[in-house]
C-alpha cells in the first residue's frame, strides 16, 4: 500500500535563522503506520485516509540534505493541491482537503512502482546522458544535433523506478516496464494517457503565466475499487522545471544559460561543489546565506506559476500547528 509498517522517529532540526520542519512524531487518531520518503511523511488513518506531511526536507541526487528550508514544504503542497484542483477534470487524484498549509489529507492508494516523467526539452538528466553521448534515453530515441535546453519535435516518456529513501531511481523503458511485470500494459496505457493530458494542461497553465513547463513527473496509484488516481505532487519545483518564456529562443540562438525556476539551480551548486550522490562524495556545507536564497527561489516560482503572492504561515512552532489542524479535522470527518 501507500504507506509501510515500518516506524522511525527522528527529532525535528532548526536552522539558526528560521524553524523549519525535517522530520515529524504526530500520533493521529486511527493512526495505524508512518512511510517516511525523501521529501513527504505519510500517515495512515485506520486503512482508508493518509495524512500526507510535506516537510522542508530538500533532496537533490535522490540524498536529503542535512538543512531543512524555510517555508518548502507549504510551497510544495499548496502548489501541488492548486494543481491536482486545475487538472481534476482530465484526471482523478487522491485529494480530499488540506487541513493545514504543510498537509494533503487523501484516499489510501496502492502505488505504482514507477514514475511517470515526461520531457519537453532536452535538459536535466537528459541533457546529462545527451552529453555523455547517449541517444537512447528510456527506450526513446533522441534526434542527433540537439543542444542543451532544445525542444524535443515532440514531449518524450521517460519512466523512473520509483526507489525508496537513500537509494536512487533508475531510468526503464516502457517495454521493460511490461516485460518485467511492474506494471500491467493496460494500466500502463493509462498511465501514458493521463501523464500526456496532464503536462499538456501544465503546458498551458505555465504559458499563461510567462512560463515554459520544460519537464515534470507524475505518479499514480489506485484506490480500493481500481480506480487510478494521481497521487502525491504535481507541477511543483521538486518535481518540474520552468523556464521563463520571455528570451527563451534568444538565449538558445546565443547559447546561454535558460533563466529558470527549478531545483536545477540546486543540483548545479552541488556539482559545482563535487558532489552528485556518488559513492564517497561530502555533502559539501549549505550556509544560511544559501539556504535563504533557495528559500527564496522557491518563494519565487511560486508567486509565478500560481500568479498570487505566497502568504508565510506561522512557523513559530510548526510540529504543534500541524498536529493541532490535522487531529481537528480527524475528529470532525
Known amino acids: 500500500m501507500y504507506y509501510s509498517e515500518t516506524f522511525y522517529f527522528c527529532k525535528k532540526q532548526h536552522t539558526s535563522k528560521m524553524n523549519t520542519i525535517t522530520t515529524t512524531n504526530f500520533h493521529f487518531p486511527n493512526q495505524k503506520s508512518v512511510y517516511r520518503g525523501k521529501v513527504r511523511e505519510v500517515y495512515n488513518i485506520n486503512d482508508e485516509l493518509l495524512v500526507m506531511v510535506a516537510t522542508d526536507r530538500l533532496s537533490a541526487f535522490d540524498v536529503v540534505m542535512p538543512k531543512g528550508i524555510p517555508y518548502k ?176 529562443q534568444e538565449r538558445q540562438d546565443n547559447g546561454e544559460e535558460q533563466k529558470q525556476l527549478s531545483k536545477e539551480f540546486v543540483r548545479r551548486w552541488l556539482i559545482e561543489n563535487n558532489f552528485q550522490g556518488k559513492e564517497g562524495q561530502t555533502i559539501p556545507n549549505m550556509t544560511e546565506e544559501y539556504i535563504d536564497t533557495v528559500s527564496n527561489r522557491y518563494i519565487e516560482l511560486y508567486e509565478n506559476i500560481l500568479g498570487e503572492e505566497f502568504v508565510k504561515a506561522d512557523i513559530n512552532n510548526i510540529q504543534d500547528r500541524i498536529e493541532k489542524n490535522v487531529t481537528e479535522y480527524l475528529k470532525n470527518k
Open 73 to 248: 514544504g507549504q510551497i510544495l503542497n499548496q502548489i501541488a493541491t492548486k494543481f491536482m484542483q486545475l487538472t481534476q477534470d482530465i484526471v482523478p487524484n487522491w485529494l480530499i482537503a488540506t487541513p493545514d498549509p504543510n498537509v494533503a489529507v487523501g484516499h489510501l492508494c496502492d502505488p505504482f512502482k514507477v514514475e511517470m516523467v515526461i520531457r519537453g526539452y532536452l535538459s536535466g538528466h537528459a541533457a546529462r546522458e545527451y552529453s555523455a553521448g547517449k541517444r537512447v534515453l528510456c527506450g526513446v530515441e533522441m534526434a542527433e544535433g540537439l543542444k542543451e535546453n532544445d525542444k524535443f519535435p515532440n514531449p518524450i516518456i521517460t519512466p523512473t523506478t520509483k526507489a525508496d529513501m537513500g537509494v536512487h531511481d533508475e531510468d526503464i523503458s516502457r517495454e521493460a516496464i511490461l516485460s518485467q511485470g511492474i506494471v500491467t500494459e493496460e494500466d500502463y496505457l493509462i498511465l501514458e494517457k493521463y501523464t500526456r493530458a496532464l503536462y499538456q494542461r501544465g503546458t498551458e497553465i505555465a504559458a499563461s503565466r510567462g512560463l515554459i513547463l520544460v519537464d515534470t513527473k507524475y505518479e499514480f496509484g489506485k484506490t480500493k475499487d481500481g480506480v487510478i488516481v494521481l497521487i502525491d505532487e504535481i507541477h511543483t519545483p521538486d518535481s518540474s522545471r520552468y523556464f521563463y518564456a520571455d528570451g527563451y
